[in-house]
């Protein structure tokens, strides 16, 4: 059975430029979340996705959106990207929005911002 | 504002020994909690949960307590191995009511053989 699929693994952007992350969740699983984590913030959590709506949403400025299709992938856009969205991004999918035993994760997209 | 703290951003343990890593959430609300390992470039896979019905989970050389008045919790590994060491996050969440799985910052445990 297929993981969590994150792509790409690494990505260079400059500051001021977007960026479109993608995240392809273990087949059945209907549920996508999206997590940053950066040195020393833990995993700060961005959004949750259920059935193409969004479910929950951290607390990050309008840059950071997200959607998730009608297969359950999902991607997230970073806008005017800064420095400080430097950080790696993991996805997390399961099979609905509470699962016992938690969620699996993708090995994430690691975005530096240059 | 950090719901789900972990103090220890380090830990070191003889290999055979013990470790505890601890965790302390302040949102009344959750009432499920779970812990994930991770290693370097690769994402965070689950350990162990516990429900808030329960005070003690345990799998394996896994064991988690549960202290909901004082609103702690602690992840104990016996015996330790150098292939534990990894960051440790622990996570919780409220089941009734909309609402995402928290993390905390982790705890990097080395396991010193």
């Known amino acids: 059975k297929a993981g969590v699929t994150q792509t790409p693994r690494y990505l260079i952007k400059t500051r001021g430029q977007q960026v479109t992350l993608s995240c392809s969740p273990i087949?059945?699983?209907?549920?996508v979340s999206w997590y940053q984590q950066t040195p020393g913030q833990g995993l700060q959590f961005l959004f949750e996705y259920f059935s193409e709506t969004q479910r929950n949403k951290g607390n990050f400025p309008g840059r950071f959106s997200g959607r998730q299709f009608s297969n359950s992938r999902s991607e997230m856009n970073v806008s005017t990207l800064e420095l400080g969205d430097s950080a790696l991004y993991l996805c997390?999918?399961?099979?609905?929005?509470?699962?016992?035993?938690?969620?699996?994760f993708g090995s994430g997209t690691r975005l530096t911002v240059v | 504002d950090q719901q789900v703290k972990q103090n220890s951003p380090s830990l070191s343990v003889q290999e055979g020994r013990i470790s505890i890593l601890n965790c302390d959430y302040t949102?009344?609300?959750?009432?499920?909690f779970l812990w994930y390992k991770k290693y370097p470039a690769e994402g965070p896979t689950f350990l162990i949960s516990i429900s808030s019905i329960k005070d003690k989970n345990e799998d394996g050389r896994f064991t988690v307590f549960l202290n909901k008045s004082a609103k702690h919790l602690s992840l104990h590994i016996v015996p330790s191995q150098p292939g534990d060491s990894a960051v440790y996050f622990c996570a919780a969440r409220g089941t009734s009511g909309n609402t995402p799985l928290v993390f905390g910052k982790g705890t990097r445990l080395s396991v010193i053989a």
């Open positions: 997390a999918s399961s099979t609905g929005l509470f699962t016992l035993g938690g969620y699996t």
């Open positions: 087949s059945g699983h209907r549920s």
């Open positions: 949102n009344s609300m959750f009432d499920y």
